[in-house]
């Protein structure tokens, strides 16, 4: 009988750091926030929070303090955290299999995903290119690790805040990711900038009709009460603030409301 690869083995008990990646030429990159750089440069995105740090993670205080920011794409909320005074690792995806999208009969991720493998490594590299400009321009010390969420499971890493902006939309199991995000948070997890759903019953709707595969990579909404209950399972209790962002539209801008959840400890792991 042959040996098996034990998987849990290969699972490391610290997050690997990995080693600063030399600056990228601007186009290799993609981003997903506006940030204002050192001599005037600014890069465009997706996505415009400058100025909305505070209010985008609830106000609660990072300065002192160490905090891993799950999802980092370009970084911008793990450069505010780091310039508002926090020790920051910044964690993303280690490879594009981590990416789970909703199935469609005719998209290349659900009938052969090896082909499709290459489309979406290359926007992976582009957004950690993106994630690297700005560092080196920024003249950063964030820390990074290209770690798969399901590895925060076993790790022996302890962060006084965990945050994740933008991010639980777009995970297939956002509660299981909630779970590892509260393990390694010693005082709050924040999940900032992110629909909810106005209910108290325990509930998690899709984020669009499903219809379109432009938008497969958009999930769910959990309710209110669910949020709760995830949390207060794991020995938090939550508070709901509103925040915003506004992003670029075809006649200008458009100013987009959400919330953001705020979930401090309250109870030590048994």
Known sequence: MND???????????????????????DECWFYHYIDLP??????????IRGRFEQYIGGYPTAGKTVLDIGTAGGFLAFSAEQAGA????????????????PFRGAL???????????????LTRMQNGFWYA???????????????????????RFDVVMAGATVEHLADPVSAIGRMARVAKE??????????NTEELTMQPMNPWLNPEWDHSWWV???????RV??????????????ACRPVTDGWEEVARHTIIARRVQEPS
């Open 4 to 26: 098996l690869v034990d998987p849990v083995a290969r699972c490391p008990r610290s997050l690997v750091i990995e080693r600063p990646r030399p600056l990228p030429n601007k």
């Open 87 to 102: 020790t920051v690792t910044a964690l993303d995806c280690r490879h594009a299999i981590e990416f789970d999208r909703i």
């Open 39 to 48: 001599g005037g440069e600014t890069l465009t995105g997706a996505w415009d």
């Open 222 to 228: 959990l309710s209110r009460g669910l949020y709760k």
């Open 109 to 123: 991720h659900h009938i052969e995903r090896r082909d499709w493998m290459p489309f979406g490594q290359d926007h």
């Open 188 to 197: 709050a997890v924040i999940v900032a900038f992110t629909d909810v759903g």
């Open 231 to 244: 949390f207060e399972n794991l020995g938090f209790e939550v508070v709901f603030v509103p925040s915003s």
């Open 135 to 157: 560092w080196h321009k920024l003249g950063s010390r964030v820390q990074v690790s290209y770690t798969p969420l399901v590895e925060l499971g076993f790790v022996d890493d």
